[in-house]
Nanobody, 126 residues
């Protein structure tokens, strides 16, 4: 069973940057999707970015041009580089993983993911 552990959250002023990491264990490769979701206080969890084993990426509109998802194949770690942070980005960020069927693409939908990390809090002050 895949286990995911996030790190890298913290407090930053608006305009600053953070890099989140998600380390996976119990991982056997193949066709997969790895994603970041954010849950702001009082709101539902929403997709932020997703990457697959072919390095194809999809981003949510609010963070396009500011966040970048990437992965380190050797370490099975996925990163979320967050630049130009805004107070609206304040949320608990969760990484998620799922297998995908050959020929399909990853969906930035909570229902599409079965493995989740515990979350890491990002607080952006104005």
């Amino acid at each position: 069973q895949v286990q995911l552990v996030e790190s890298g959250g913290g407090s930053v002023q608006a305009g600053g940057s953070l890099r989140l990491s998600c380390a996976a264990s119990g991982y056997t490769g193949g066709n997969y999707c790895r994603a970041w979701f954010g849950q702001a206080p009082g709101r539902e969890r929403e997709g932020v970015a997703v990457i697959d084993n072919l390095a194809r990426t999809t981003y949510a509109d609010p963070i396009k041009g500011r966040f970048t998802i990437s992965q380190d194949y050797a370490e099975t770690t996925v990163y979320l580089q967050m630049n130009s942070l805004e107070p609206e980005d304040t949320a608990t960020y969760y990484c998620a993983a799922a297998w995908r069927l050959p020929g399909t693409v990853c969906r930035l939908s909570e229902a599409a993911f079965s493995a989740w990390g515990q979350g890491t809090l990002v607080t952006v002050s104005s």
